[in-house]
């Protein structure tokens, strides 16, 4: 996740899905994706990678995943930098364990596997898919 300059890239803990805050700063980040996330977005959208459906900047609860498969209930996670930082490291795996008890699994990949490894990513997508 990255910083916008408006606060949290994410909701305000507390506030659910359905409050427009939430739908407003979605489409804010639809918008301004990393080159990274664009990258990944790119392989990811219109069911091209075997089918699948992933929605960018998706709300579940107080939290906006980057990428999301509802039918695998499969998030999908692009780590820039900031998330080397042991607080943020912190409130990730906070916000892992909160949507694992939803059923939703989380993969994440540092921003510089999607340049570097952009196929290895894909197939780590798709095995974790084929698990769910």
């Not at 739908?23 to 990393?34: E, F, I």
């Not at 998706?58 to 996670?77: K, N, Q, T, W």
Request: charged fraction near 30%; proline fraction near 5%.
């Amino acid at each position: 996740m990255r910083s916008n300059g408006e606060g949290d890239r994410e909701a305000v803990e507390g506030l659910v899905a359905s409050e427009p805050i939430i739908y407003q700063r979605a489409a804010r980040m639809r918008r301004r994706l990393t080159p990274p996330e664009a990258r990944l977005w790119r392989c990811l959208r219109g069911h091209r990678l075997d089918g699948l459906k992933f929605r960018r900047q998706h709300s579940i609860g107080p939290y906006i995943l980057d990428f999301y498969c509802a039918s695998a209930r499969l998030a999908v996670e692009v780590d820039g930098a900031v998330h080397g930082t042991p607080e943020q490291m912190a409130h990730d795996q906070r916000r892992t364990d909160w949507l694992r008890a939803q059923g939703v699994s989380v993969l994440r990949y540092p921003a510089l596997s999607i340049r570097d490894n952009l196929e290895g990513v894909l197939a780590g997508i798709r095995a974790a898919a084929a698990k769910r």
